[in-house]
């Protein structure tokens, strides 16, 4: 069975920082590229970051790009996100899901997540 | 890429047909997922790329449209379809959600 499961979130600061985990099994992780989505309480789906199978590509949604970093371990079928300088608007729900390629670019894969954690909560608090 | 759904929410009873919409700002080449997620729970997968069923999802989900229109489709709304739906553009590395669009049984 495939399952995703994300640690790490809890309460911080306003410009601190927090590193969350996604931990996977049930699948051949260095072969999956992975995400990163976030919802604030009450309110919608917000994508925030993905990287790429091997982790050589990385992408991140405008309001936390060079704040939030992704990475992955292939060794430890581990997936990160380092999140730094916190603010307010980041408390959310983060949910890691795995990504299934339906096509593909020169530059990029067409996807869609078809597995997903339970997510870890992230709070921005003084 | 922006995702405009349409309605915000919907009441309707149970056996009635659901109809959601999916505008997106650019023409995205079909590569238009969506999510079903009820509260507490992550999203589930419903739909990928336009109008393929996922894998255990119930025959009367369906999903269609082209270009820049996309629209999903509960044929006969059942008690358990009450959730927020959830539209999804990968066509840009740069991935965007719909708003949702909240299903209510009446």
């Avoid at chain 1, 590193?19 to 989505?37: A, D, N, P, Q």
């Avoid at chain 1, 300088?85 to 339906?102: G, H, M, P, Q, W």
């Avoid at chain 2, 759904?5 to 009441?11: E, F, M, T």
């Avoid at chain 2, 739906?85 to 590395?93: I, M, N, R, V």
């Amino acid at each position: 069975e495939v399952q995703l499961l994300e640690s790490g979130g809890g309460l911080v600061q306003p410009g601190g920082s927090l590193r969350l985990s996604c931990t996977v099994s049930g699948f051949i992780f260095r072969t999956s590229g992975m995400s990163w989505v976030r919802q604030a309480p009450g309110k919608g789906l917000e994508w925030v970051s993905a990287i790429s199978a091997s982790g050589n590509r990385t992408y991140y949604t405008d309001s936390v790009k060079g704040l939030f970093t992704i990475s992955r371990d292939n060794s430890k079928n581990t997936m990160y996100l380092q999140m730094d300088s916190l603010r307010a608007e980041d408390t959310a729900i983060y949910y890691c899901a795995k990504n299934f390629v339906v096509g593909r670019s020169a530059i990029h894969r067409y996807y869609y997540m078809d597995v997903w954690g339970q997510g870890t909560t992230v709070t921005v608090s003084s | 890429i922006q995702l405009t759904q349409s309605p915000s929410s919907v009441s309707a009873s149970v056996g009635d047909k659901v109809t959601i919409a999916c505008r997106t700002s650019l023409n995205i080449n079909n590569y238009l997922n969506w999510y079903q997620q009820k509260p507490g729970t992550p999203p589930k997968l419903l739909i990928y790329t336009t109008s393929n069923l996922q894998i255990g999802v119930p025959s009367r989900f369906s999903g269609s449209g082209s270009g820049t229109d996309f629209t999903l489709t509960i044929s006969s709304l059942q008690a358990e379809d009450s959730a927020t739906y959830y539209c999804q553009q990968t066509y840009s590395s740069l991935v965007t959600f719909g708003q949702g669009t909240k299903v209510e049984i009446k």
